[in-house]
């Protein structure tokens, strides 16, 4: 059960990954809860988001595929707790080095983010 978890958890952050490095808003979609809110700090400015305005960005900008980058992205650690967990994930992308904990949590069988708290770090 615990592995099960773990592995419908990936393909959760797998497919927010490929959403954030393709510009796919339907993986994004999939991905997070209706309800999530993005909460982070690019070069010590505050971002605070609902989800709708942070899709309406990412389909709005150029892609890291669009403009060349390396698939870099990558799932640091996973912490699970019964139905809830929280990913530690590397994303450098567009030229800034992001570090996201993703908190997930499962509603009648399904993971989705609910929250994501990221900063940028040099």
Known sequence: MYSEKII????????????LFYGDINLLTGA????????GDIHGETYIKPIVPF???????ESP????????????SIDLLGDSAVVKTHVPMLGKNYYDFLALHCVEGE????????SHVE
């Open 65 to 76: 595929n669009d403009k060349k980058e390396s698939f870099l992205m990558k799932i640091l």
């Open 32 to 39: 997070f809860s209706s309800n999530a809110v993005i909460y």
């Open 111 to 118: 993971w989705s983010i609910v929250n994501k708290l990221f």
């Open 8 to 19: 419908e958890i990936e393909k959760v952050v797998k497919d927010y990954f490929n959403g």
């Open 55 to 61: 899709l309406d960005w990412v389909s709005e900008r």
